[in-house]
Nanobody, 118 residues
């Protein structure tokens, strides 16, 4: 099992950048697929980036070309580099993890707030 803690959120102007980090503790993360999700008030939670155990990545169209997910297994840390931020990116951002053999993201961080002003 792993415990996840996000950091790096804050307030930025449209067009700015932020780098989110997710520190894992407990089990090594080498066998876990990782992801970032976000949820704005009154809206459904949505995925923004995925990275598997081979560091293969996937992004939905809303963030593709602007966000980059990466992982450092030795540091047990997941990252999300966010560039060209838009007001619609404003949300609570969560990191999540699942064992490579599972279809469910069972482990979640507490979230870090990202606010983008126009």
């Amino acid at each position: 099992q792993v415990q996840l803690v996000e950091s790096g959120g804050g307030s930025v102007q449209a067009g700015g950048s932020l780098r989110l980090s997710c520190a894992a503790s407990g089990a090594p993360i080498t066998t876990y697929s990782l992801a970032w999700f976000r949820q704005a008030p009154g809206k459904e939670r949505e995925p923004v980036a995925f990275i598997d155990t081979a560091s293969t990545t996937f992004y939905p169209g809303s963030v593709k070309g602007r966000f980059t997910i990466s992982r450092d297994n030795a540091k047990k840390t997941l990252y999300l580099q966010m560039n060209s931020l838009k007001p619609e990116d404003t949300a609570m951002y969560y990191c999540a993890a699942r064992p490579s053999w599972s279809a469910e993201y069972n482990y979640w961080g507490q979230g870090t707030q990202v606010t983008v002003s126009s």
